[in-house]
């Protein structure tokens, strides 16, 4: 089993920054790709942006620029830098794990509780 576990979400101002914390543990050997989705009130969840473990990293064409993900294998945590943000950026956001490696095979579809952040003035 899985756990990831978020922080570092709250209220910002327009053109603030933030930054996302997700930290994964469990017994799993490793993890392919971790990353972060975000759901508005009203609309469905979407991919902000995911990193490999080999460093391969894609973003939403809404963050690119503004957002930088990162991960530290060894620690098996992922951030999510967040700049320039636009209130638009508004939502619940999501840590997720796919391509967890155990000793039973490959599992897929982690999620974390969620973290809020609100950007608003």
């Known amino acids: 089993q899985v756990q990831l576990v978020e922080s570092g979400g709250g209220l910002v101002q327009p053109g603030g920054s933030l930054r996302l914390s997700c930290a994964a543990s469990?017994?799993?050997?490793?993890?392919?790709?971790m990353g972060w989705y975000r759901q508005a009130p009203g609309k469905e969840r979407e991919l902000v942006a995911v990193i490999t473990g080999g460093g391969y990293r894609s973003y939403a064409d809404s963050v690119k620029g503004r957002f930088t993900i990162s991960r530290d294998n060894a620690k098996n945590t992922v951030d999510l830098q967040m700049n320039s943000l636009k209130p638009e950026d508004t939502a619940v956001y999501y840590c997720?794990?796919?391509?967890?490696?155990?000793?039973?095979?490959?599992?897929?579809?982690?999620w974390g509780q969620g973290t809020q952040v609100t950007v608003s003035s």
């Open positions: 997720n794990a796919n391509g967890v490696y155990t000793a039973r095979g490959t599992s897929y579809g982690y």
């Open positions: 469990g017994t799993f050997f490793g993890i392919n790709a």
